[in-house]
T-cell receptor
């Protein structure tokens, strides 16, 4: 089954404790992206990757890191989480980065930072 | 920079009535526009997109959207709403490699 998977689905952590949210897709997509969803703000793009070893900042990259060492994986790293990073996070992928391709979304990771 | 506005936080309709969810956009080049739907505790699902061509785009689950360049709008429509259409709907615009979403519109269809 074609899908985007994220782990963990739920995470409660404390301020400053480094964490990684994994994202994997089995569709051989070139483009992958991370978003955070907050009430009243919709989804905001954190980082995206056009292909292996090619990443760029979205609209809200502060406090996050990413890497793309393999085509199928695009982990999101919070090196020193803070309470304002409490949010619902989505990973997405698509065939290409530009223009016409729709994105396939993972199920989401709900992160709480206390 | 591109942006999307969804002027209504909530839309309430009776089952069987037409449903419209509004979206306006701002982008410097040609617009690539999308609608996604999010059901409770689920990820987003693609509904339809406008790239070029006909201004009326048909998508999944009986939804369609009308692209209006002069009004910079891309409203989502369904002729006859179902209770199962109750969900959160997002309009999005793509500019290069970036995708910008609206704040979302919660649709409630009452039986």
């Amino acid at each position: 089954e074609a899908q985007v998977t994220q782990n963990p689905r739920y995470l409660i952590t404390v301020t400053g404790k480094k964490l990684t949210v994994t994202c994997s897709q089995n569709m051989n997509h070139e483009y992958m992206s991370w978003y955070r969803q907050d009430p009243g703000l919709g989804l905001r793009q954190i980082y995206y990757s056009m292909n292996v070893e090619v990443t760029d900042k979205g609209d809200v990259p502060e406090g996050y890191k990413v890497s793309r060492k393999e085509k199928r994986n695009f982990p999101l790293i919070l090196e020193s989480p803070s309470p304002n990073q409490t949010s619902l996070y989505f990973c997405a992928s698509s065939f290409g980065g530009g223009g016409s391709y729709e994105q396939y979304f993972g199920p989401g990771t709900r992160l709480t930072v206390t | 920079a591109q942006s999307v506005a969804q002027p209504e936080d909530q839309v309430n309709v009776a089952e069987g009535n037409p449903l419209t969810v509004k979206c306006t956009y701002s982008v410097s080049g040609n617009p690539y526009l999308f609608w996604y739907v999010q059901y409770p505790n689920r990820g987003l699902q693609f509904l339809l997109k406008y790239i070029t061509g006909d201004n009326l785009v048909k998508g999944s689950y009986g939804f369609e959207a009308e692209f209006n360049k002069s009004q910079t709008s891309f409203h989502l429509k369904k002729p006859s709403a179902l209770v199962s259409d109750s969900a959160l709907y997002f309009c999005a615009v793509r500019d290069g490699y970036k995708l910008s979403f609206g704040a979302g519109t919660t649709v409630t269809v009452r039986a």
